[in-house]
């Protein structure tokens, strides 16, 4: 049976656990969590967004290399009640479960730490997910295609529910930020190779995807999209905190 919606979104987590092996190729020398766009690493956008939404209980994925954000953390996250994960993960899979299931049991918020967005628009999915029941998994979706492997998304028009995950064309991009219902999320038996198979498995199995537009949002995995999520910033406000 549908239950309904039951108000606050009161926890989240922060998948931070790439190695940003494109970023270091070009130069970096951070972890990824810790790559500055506009000035600030990645990690303090995402703690910025979720904060702002009202969202204090956070479960957080690094990997084991990422000495540098877990230090970062240990001194600025002090209003948080933290759950720090510090594990190297064999894929986004592996990562998006072990924080998923740290927050099973009632809804919750996971972004992945490399997109960057307005944290309107951040707080607006928040709210409207807050809207929907709670059996529901909503996920950020885009029509700003900035991903060199975007995973297409074909929602109901209507509706907003998705119907398709995956092929070469849709109507919107997923973009990085994930509503979990307040069930805990099923799993095939022999695990998948990529969140983007998990995804599509969830939906074939039936589980219920709605879709909330977030309009303008830039995953930081070259230095080139570190320089557009900037222009962004500059003229619209992406990566500002409100």
Known sequence: MTRGATGAILQGGIIAAGSGSRLRAE????S???VAVAGRPLIEHALDRLRAAGIRRLTIIINEASDDCRRWLEDRAGDLQLDLIVR???SSYAS????ADRLAGARAVIT???AIMATADFCGF????AAL???MMVLGVTDLVDDEKPLWVALDPAQGSIRRLGGDRGSHVTAGVYGLPAHRLREPAGGCDRLRDYLGWLLEHGQRMSGI?????YDIDRMRDIAAAEQSAAAHGVGRPR
Do not use: I
């Open 27 to 30: 130069g970096s020398r951070v």
């Open 32 to 34: 990824k969590p810790m």
């Open 88 to 90: 190297t993960t064999p």
């Open 96 to 99: 998006f479960r072990l924080v």
């Open 112 to 114: 992945t730490v490399d």
């Open 126 to 129: 928040v709210s409207q997910m």
């Open 133 to 135: 029941p709670e059996d």
């Open 213 to 217: 537009l977030l309009p303008r949002v």
